[in-house]
């Protein structure tokens, strides 16, 4: 089983930039697509990107353009690059890992918030 823990999060301006991290353990980090999905206040879950083990990075419409998705295999490290930042794009956003179609664990979630 692999354990996540984000990082990262926080306030920030309209129009400023975040960038979160997720650090994974306890499992073969390259084997997993990892993702990045957000839950705003009311809403349902949503996915943001995901990146396969090889690095291709996947994106919600909502988000492409703004931010990015990368890994290092090395350091069972996911990043997720965030840019250009509105308030729509608040919201409490956890880290993912799948394999074989299946989300085989979350992480605890990290809070952005963007408000001036």
């Known amino acids: 089983q692999v354990q996540l823990v984000e990082s990262g999060g926080g306030l920030v301006q309209p129009g400023g930039s975040l960038r979160l991290s997720c650090a994974a353990s306890g499992s073969i980090f390259r084997i997993y697509i990892m993702g990045w999905y957000r839950q705003a206040p009311g809403k349902q879950r949503e996915l943001v990107a995901t990146?396969?083990?090889?690095?291709?990075?996947n994106y919600a419409d909502s988000v492409k353009g703004r931010f990015t998705i990368s890994r290092d295999n090395a350091k069972n490290t996911v990043f997720l690059q965030m840019n250009s930042l509105n308030a729509e794009d608040t919201a409490v956003y956890y880290c993912?890992?799948?394999?074989?179609?299946?989300?085989?664990?979350w992480g605890q979630g990290t809070q952005v918030t963007v408000s001036s």
């Open positions: 990146i396969t083990g090889g690095g291709r990075p």
């Open positions: 993912s890992a799948s394999a074989d179609g299946f989300t085989v664990s």
